[in-house]
């Protein structure tokens, strides 16, 4: 594996899904996306349980790909918010975003 995701996740993916790379690929970028703002809403408005809620939808969609520089932040991010810690979770938030537009832009790659 290199870089943010285990391409070859997704060709077993497809097999196992009988779908397309690219309808795999928007699934996982709409679903990630939707996480992410709802990280940033649930942040903003103090709402620990929103915030690992989302970080967990997150996670439940970056296992498929084996996203794992994506799921650490993710893990502390949850595990911060599950704890009330509001600071540890948005400094978690700070290191998405670093790691989730580089997947974006792999995953998008990817779908060629």
Known sequence: MT????????SELEE?????RSAIVGT???E???????????????D?????AAAH????????IDAQPLLRVLKELETCARSEDA?????????LTDAWPRL???LEGAAG
Do not use: K
């Open 87 to 95: 600071a540890g979770a948005g400094a978690a938030r700070e290191r």
């Open 48 to 52: 620990m349980a929103e915030v690992a």
């Open 104 to 106: 974006r832009r792999e």
């Open 57 to 64: 939808a997150a996670r439940n969609s970056a296992l498929m």
């Open 16 to 20: 196992l899904l009988g779908a397309e």
């Open 28 to 30: 996982l970028l709409t």
């Open 3 to 10: 870089g943010e995701l285990d391409v070859g996740r997704l």
């Open 32 to 46: 990630l996306a939707s996480a992410m703002g709802r990280i940033d809403a649930g942040l903003d408005r103090g």
